[in-house]
């Protein structure tokens, strides 16, 4: 039976008198893929960053591998964050960075492989995720679905057992969009690793969802497996979820 | 009310910022250790801050010198003493002018750039990403950028003074009437008066670079470290790096000379 590698027991955050998060309370167990959806300012950014130890929680327990997040020092949440990948919104690629460098960088900061083993690692993840032909471009002259794909590679470039996405699929067309999902459960299937995935699109949480979770003002309204929740009698998960898949 | 809110949040603003900025410091002071992972990084931020500063820091020293040896010397030519003129372009420019125009440039050029870089990479989540990495922002970003201007600033000062010094010579030697190898002999006398190796007029004014250098970089990241709220946020970061670097090098440039010149005497 598989373990539980990130618990989250009512978690509360708020930031001045904006309540964001009011009492979040989840399990992934290990190797499954947990999508979150909800509207803006529902706290689902938020609880990734509470995740990977970006924002401490105000109250509530937030654990991952067992190990406390919000009590780590500076010390212990990097090596955590050595097991976590991260794909952000924007793809926050180092814009002075070639691709190749970007996903490169993770490996030349923390390990200590020579450049020949950086290289070979790093084209791996490259043909993964087809962006062969890009290597050598600025993030300023690459398309969004490339640098989202560059922005996974660079994720997977140090083997997480975990990887955080946050609204992988925003600003794309349906084709990339497609494509990415595509990635993402590939990625889960090879890799077995476990996700957190944050998104607005239905067909992205039912492609790489093992569980799906709604948000409403800062608390779960809904979560099960996406027959389960597709079904649901919910006015907000019908919204969400409910009619043709995009 | 507000009028005490604002001011009271602006004085909480601006010690919040006094002590991230001295954090950074110390925070750089403790990764210095790791330079030697980050020559190439801090190569390229010596050929921005030093390299491609030369030629504006090369057209203001000169010009800097020639006012103030035309000021200068036009006013004692009336007491006939402007043969002094070396002698008082060299200590000017070594002691204050030098370090003080020098740091003014690259605060206005190098310290804006490092707080708009950072802080666009801030905005962007850059920074952010770094840390998910389990990189530090500040062995990877700030410290080949504190050790870059830390030694430029001083090598550019020197070159600041010597370019200065010579402007002053060619108004000297144009405009008063004194020999150009006069006027070099009586500036080279003035510094080496005390007999000492380096002389002290010298040795301050490269200090004084030294601490502006290191004051511009930590501010310029500091600033740009704390930038929020997209392209505004940004202009407002590289507003406040400028604005408290020149307060910070008239300020620390007034404590170096009183305790160099004042409390360890002259």
Not at chain 2, 79 to 105: D, K, W
Not at chain 2, 177 to 185: D, T
Not at chain 2, 225 to 235: D, E, P, S, T
């Amino acid at each position: 039976m598989s373990k539980p590698f990130i618990v989250l027991e009512n978690v509360y955050k708020a930031f001045g008198a904006k309540k964001i998060l009011q009492g979040i309370s989840f399990q992934v167990q290990e190797g499954q893929s947990y999508v979150i959806m909800g509207g803006s300012g529902t706290g689902k950014s938020v609880t990734l960053k509470t995740i990977i130890g970006m924002l401490k929680p105000d109250s509530g327990s937030v654990r991952v591998e067992g190990q406390e997040v919000p009590a780590l020092d500076r010390q212990g949440l990097m090596r955590l964050r050595r097991d976590m990948g991260y794909l952000f919104q924007d793809g926050a690629l180092i814009n002075w960075m070639t691709v190749f460098d970007n996903i490169a960088l993770p490996l030349r900061e923390n390990s200590k492989l020579t450049e020949a083993e950086i290289r070979d690692k790093v084209m791996d993840v490259i043909r993964l995720v087809e962006l062969e032909h890009a290597v050598d471009l600025l993030p300023d002259s690459i398309s969004g679905g490339m640098i989202k794909r560059a922005s996974l590679a660079r994720a997977l470039i140090n083997d997480p057992k975990i990887i955080l996405y946050d609204e992988p699929n925003a600003g794309l067309d349906p084709i990339m969009s497609e494509t990415i999902n595509r990635l993402i459960k590939d990625v889960q299937d090879r890799f077995g690793v476990t996700s957190v995935v944050v998104t607005h699109k239905r067909a992205c949480a039912f492609t790489v969802g093992d569980i799906i979770a709604i948000f409403d003002q800062g608390k779960i309204l809904a979560e099960g497996p996406p027959g389960e929740m597709r079904n649901s009698e919910l006015p907000l998960v019908r919204r969400f979820l409910g009619g043709v898949v995009d | 009310m507000g009028v005490i809110n604002d001011a009271g949040k602006l004085v909480l603003d601006s010690c919040q910022g006094a002590g991230y900025s001295l954090t950074l410091l110390f925070r750089t002071i403790a990764a210095l250790p790791h330079l030697p992972f980050k020559v190439r990084f801090t190569l390229d931020q010596m050929f921005a801050a030093g390299i491609k500063t030369i030629p504006v820091t090369l057209v203001v020293a000169v010009f800097a010198g020639m006012i103030l040896s035309l000021q200068t010397g036009l006013e004692l030519q009336k007491y006939g003493q402007h043969t002094l003129i070396g002698n008082i372009v060299a200590i000017s420019m070594c002691r204050e002018m030098g370090p003080f125009i020098t740091a003014l440039i690259l605060a206005a050029t190098v310290g804006s750039a490092m707080a708009a870089e950072l802080g666009t990479m801030n905005v962007s989540e850059e920074i952010m990403a770094l840390e998910v990495m389990s990189i530090d922002p500040i062995r990877f970003l700030v410290l080949p950028r504190v050790v870059a201007l830390t030694l430029m600033c001083p090598i550019l000062t020197i070159l600041t003074d010597l370019v200065g010094i010579a402007g002053g010579g060619i108004v000297a030697t144009t405009q008063l009437g004194i020999s150009f190898p006069y006027y070099l002999n009586s500036a080279r006398e003035s510094l080496t008066s005390l007999g000492q190796g380096l002389p002290k007029d010298v040795y301050v004014g490269i200090f004084k670079a030294w601490i502006f250098g290191i004051t511009i970089s930590v501010i310029g990241c500091s600033c740009g470290l704390r930038a929020r709220g997209g392209a505004i946020g940004v202009g407002n970061a590289v507003r406040q790096a400028v604005k408290t670097a020149f307060l910070l090098i008239i300020i620390l440039g007034y404590i170096v000379t009183w305790i160099f010149y004042r409390l360890l005497g002259s």
